[in-house]
């Protein structure tokens, strides 16, 4: 392989980090929007404990939710791989 040419695998390996990445800003993305509308109602220079535990309980719920349907959907692309 010369030194211009990039590897098939190693281009795909790249190109599934940059997917990942942006997945990652994106489930940040939701999770700060959904959680900040649901749990502060008069924004200011800082959350009160209320406030705080509310966007807490919102992120964990959230991130609970978003694990599960990422393992299903992985669950179902791999039995959909394997009955080809």
Do not use: P
């Given at each position: 392989?010369?030194?211009?040419?990039?590897?098939?695998?190693?281009?795909?390996?790249?190109?599934?980090?940059?997917?990942?990445?942006?997945?990652?800003?994106?489930?940040?993305?939701?999770?700060?929007?959904?959680?900040?509308?649901?749990?502060?109602?008069?924004p200011g220079?800082?959350?009160?404990?209320?406030?705080?535990?509310?966007?807490?309980?919102?992120?964990?719920?959230?991130?609970?939710?978003?694990?599960?349907?990422?393992?299903?959907?992985?669950?179902?692309?791999?039995?959909?791989?394997?009955?080809?």
């Open positions: 392989m010369s030194h211009g040419t990039v590897d098939k695998g190693e281009l795909m390996d790249q190109v599934k980090q940059q997917i990942a990445v942006a997945n990652a800003q994106e489930l940040l993305t939701q999770m700060t929007t959904k959680c900040f509308k649901k749990c502060v109602g008069k220079t800082s959350l009160d404990a209320s406030e705080q535990k509310c966007v807490s309980l919102c992120m964990d719920r959230f991130m609970d939710s978003w694990n599960l349907i990422s393992r299903t959907y992985g669950q179902r692309l791999q039995r959909e791989q394997s009955n080809m």
